[in-house]
């Protein structure tokens, strides 16, 4: 259900309702630019303009983004961004001529790297091995000594630098945009740090997100920054006719994609599930078949699922393009327990258990279901079971590809796990009825997990924008 601005309204159905949401960002990467092709370092620099793949890439936004009532368009001013914004508008106008102007600020601007700006990666690798092994490994802490007017020296942190400069734009943009659409137009780095921000993640995150040029990510934000955004979709590529997010070229272990269920019939009439075996309904097997055809060209190397109906029965349409494997039951990917709500509507929650229900949207951590589990529970064994897969893909000579199908609890906790958080955080990701996202780990098991792509629902209604139902779980 959506209000005025087709901002998503606070009536969200019984264990999905969450925090109301007030603002709706449509933040995009610019297009591949002639420094990406070169593979030089940008940052502030601003000699790099769009190459002509990176303004065939802004035109096919523009045409993703048609239909959407934006209300306000901010954009970073380097050149890149600019040309970006500017692509996107003019395919936007042919369908709604008045919108606003773009405001451009340097709110938006992309990291400062002073040190690197216009030289290859590989001379920046080779010749400052320290900070460039921090900016990869821990980037928080990297730090550039740079010289001071007076002669002397200071040491600059350009990531902290990044994340406070990102902190502060979303109180100028909320401010003067409170409960409206407004679409965002900005770079890799400052995209990472202005979600995370939103999120609530810190500097030491940003490598566990992913930016390609002129994808496509979408947050609810509440009215200010002091409570966490909603985090819909995430680094969306598939109006570039890439699916699936690149792999970047040093990657060794494996993908993972994480896959929610269908719709059932109790995800339609909102009456909460958990471990109650419901099957999917006309709707769920539907979206079964286009998430089957949005992944039949990919090269599928195991396929794992939670034993029950709803998820099996995904899997298994999705199978029947790769039927040269046989899908893996985990007993540990079950919903979460709903014990004694299983089966009731909110109303009969809040009439049976005064306040529960509240305490479930606001401190979901906090809550043990009654005959059933807390959230502390379905986190340490879903956990368990995700790393125990990435285990048996990890180490190989090759990237496998792997799928797992599971439910919107078990997938929300393997989510906030790749970022750091626990239950507290479990309402910061949205898994719409058959979407996917992507989780790769560069290095294996071992490695830090990088969130790839978030919530992907785009193969089934062609919009952006999530538009599945907001069953119970």
């Not at 709604?96 to 790297?113: C, F, G, M, Q, R």
């Not at 690798?125 to 821990?138: K, V």
């Amino acid at each position: 259900m959506h209000c005025r601005n087709g901002v998503e309204s606070s009536r969200l159905s019984g264990k999905h309702k969450e925090r109301p949401l007030k603002t709706r960002v449509i933040l995009v990467r610019h297009g591949q630019s002639s420094y990406n092709q070169r593979r030089l370092i940008q940052g502030h620099c601003d000699e790099s303009t769009l190459t002509p793949e990176g303004v065939a890439q802004a035109d096919v936004v523009g045409q993703a983004l048609a239909g959407i009532p934006f209300d306000a368009i901010w954009s970073s001013p380097l050149q890149r961004a600019k040309m970006t914004t500017e692509r996107v508008l003019a395919q936007l106008r042919q369908t709604v001529p008045a919108l606003p102007e773009p405001h451009y600020t340097d709110d938006l601007k992309e990291i400062s790297l002073p040190l690197w700006e216009g030289i290859p990666f590989t001379e920046a690798e080779a010749n400052h091995p320290e900070e460039y092994r921090a900016w990869r490994q821990d980037p928080a802490n990297l730090v550039m000594t740079m010289p001071t007017p007076e002669g002397g020296r200071r040491d600059f942190y350009p990531v902290r630098a990044l994340y406070e400069q990102a902190a502060a734009g979303w109180q100028r943009l909320l401010a003067a945009h409170p409960g409206q659409t407004i679409l965002v137009v900005a770079h890799s780095a400052i995209n990472r740090a202005l979600i995370s921000t939103a999120l609530g993640l810190g500097p030491e995150r940003m490598n566990n997100l992913y930016q390609a040029n002129c994808a496509i990510n979408v947050l609810n934000v509440p009215a200010g920054v002091e409570q966490p955004a909603q985090l819909e979709s995430m680094n969306l590529t598939g109006h570039l006719e890439q699916p699936l997010p690149p792999l970047r070229t040093s990657h060794r272990g494996p993908r993972l994609l994480l896959v929610r269920h269908g719709e059932t019939e109790w995800n339609r009439q909102q009456r909460f599930q958990g471990q109650i075996d419901v099957p999917l309904n006309e709707t769920g097997r539907r979206q079964g078949q286009q998430v089957a055809q949005f992944l039949r060209a990919l090269t599928l190397d195991a396929a794992y699922s939670s034993p029950m109906a709803r998820p099996q029965e995904t899997a298994e349409l999705i199978l029947a393009h790769h039927p040269q494997l046989s899908l893996q039951l985990v007993e540990d990917l079950k919903e979460i327990s709903h014990g004694e709500w299983e089966g009731k509507y909110e109303a009969e929650i809040e009439a049976g258990y005064p306040g529960m229900l509240q305490q479930w949207q606001q401190a979901p951590d906090t809550v043990q279901m009654p005959a059933g589990e807390n959230l502390q529970q379905v986190w340490q064994r879903a956990i368990s079971a995700w790393k125990q897969i990435v285990a048996a893909h990890s180490g190989g000579d090759r990237v496998q590809t792997v799928m797992v199908v599971a439910h919107d609890a078990i997938n929300k906790a393997i989510l906030c796990h790749v970022v750091g958080w626990g239950p507290e955080a479990f309402w910061r990701f949205k898994q719409g009825n058959g979407a996917v996202s992507v989780i790769d780990y560069p290095n294996g098991v071992d490695s830090s997990p990088v969130l790839s792509a978030v919530n992907i629902t785009r193969h089934l209604s062609g919009s952006v924008l999530d538009k599945t139902a907001a069953g119970a779980l």
